[in-house]
Every structure is written in structure tokens, then in C-alpha cells.
């Protein structure tokens, strides 16, 4: 059983950076695609980065493009998610999460961390 943590939450005025990162035990780390999604309040959670088993492939959502880069260190069992010009919109609770697939779809990951609050004031 895979067992994911995130560290690295805060409140950052818009315009900061946070990094997030995700540790994980419990299994083969890197026969795994990670995530990163995120909830706001009343709002479904959604999909904001991914990462390929060996990091060579990312994908992003459109809300993030170009502000916020993911990336995994195999060798340490973590995945980062570095958010950069960041806007009060990107307020929500983020989490991690571990899939034998490469989707980018919730039902798709299994193993999920317990999530960090990113709050980002105006």
C-alpha cells in the first residue's frame, strides 16, 4: 500500500511562489504516473499536473500553463510541484496522488495524500 504525504502548504500573497512536495513510501515509486490536483471550496477537485514514470513527459492544466512546474526525484521518493505568479485563484487544498495508468482523470489515481491548503491572498 502506497502511502503519499505533501509538505509545503502556506498562505503566499499573489504574485509569490510555493513549492509543494510529496513523499511517498510503501512501493515502487517510479512504476507509478504522480499528480498533483486541487479542491477549492464547493468546487469538484480537479486536475493540475502530472507526471510520467520517469519525469520525461508532464502534463498541465490550462489554469497553470507556464506558472507551475512538475517534477519527481525517483531516487528520493518524491514529486515537487513548484507554483510560481501565483493568483488568488489557485487557493485550494492540493493534493498528491500515485496511478498505474498516465490519465489525468481522479478515478485514475489510487493512492492519494491526505493534502496540503495553499492560500493565496489578493
Known amino acids: 500500500q502506497a502511502q503519499l504525504v505533501e509538505s509545503g502548504g502556506g498562505l503566499v500573497q499573489a504574485g509569490g511562489s510555493l513549492r509543494l512536495a510529496c513523499a511517498g513510501s510503501g512501493r515502487t515509486f517510479s512504476a507509478y504516473t504522480m499528480g498533483w490536483f486541487r479542491q477549492a471550496p464547493g468546487k469538484e477537485r480537479q486536475f493540475v499536473a502530472t507526471?510520467?514514470?520517469?519525469?520525461?513527459?508532464?502534463t498541465y492544466a490550462e489554469a497553470v500553463r507556464g506558472r507551475f512546474t512538475i517534477s519527481r526525484d525517483n531516487s528520493e521518493n518524491t514529486v515537487f510541484l513548484q507554483m510560481n505568479r501565483l493568483k488568488p485563484e489557485d487557493t485550494a487544498v492540493y493534493y498528491c496522488?500515485?496511478?498505474?495508468?498516465?490519465?489525468?482523470?481522479?478515478?485514475?489515481?489510487?493512492?492519494w495524500g491526505q493534502g496540503t491548503q495553499v492560500t493565496v491572498s489578493s
Open positions: 496522488a500515485a496511478s498505474p495508468f498516465s490519465g489525468t482523470k481522479n478515478y485514475e489515481y489510487n493512492y
Open positions: 507526471s510520467s514514470r520517469n519525469g520525461g513527459v508532464t
